[in-house]
């Protein structure tokens, strides 16, 4: 993992972000989930959306995967 992080994608929709995942890992683009406790605390009423970060020095080459495959990335409920 590096350090500073940028968010990438913010959502309540879990398979966004399990699709997110499974791109950037396919262009071997290391991410980080947050708020995964907190969003199964809520017990799936999507009040709490999950966070994925990125490396700083990766997330122009994040946002073009996620463009790429017509993910909206920043906030999106």
Same mark, same amino acid.
């Given at each position: 993992m590096c350090f500073p992080m940028k968010e990438l994608l913010r959502t309540?929709?879990?398979t966004v972000v399990i699709f997110a995942k499974a791109l950037l890992d396919? *262009? &071997?683009i290391n991410c980080f989930e947050m708020d995964v406790n907190m969003s199964i605390m809520e017990a799936g009423t999507g009040l709490f959306p999950r966070?994925?970060?990125v &490396?700083?020095?990766d997330l122009l080459c994040a *946002?073009?995967?996620m463009r790429d495959n017509q993910i909206e990335y920043g906030m999106k409920y």
């Amino acid at each position: 993992m590096c350090f500073p992080m940028k968010e990438l994608l913010r959502t309540t929709d879990i398979t966004v972000v399990i699709f997110a995942k499974a791109l950037l890992d396919g *262009q &071997c683009i290391n991410c980080f989930e947050m708020d995964v406790n907190m969003s199964i605390m809520e017990a799936g009423t999507g009040l709490f959306p999950r966070r994925l970060m990125v &490396c700083d020095r990766d997330l122009l080459c994040a *946002q073009r995967v996620m463009r790429d495959n017509q993910i909206e990335y920043g906030m999106k409920y």
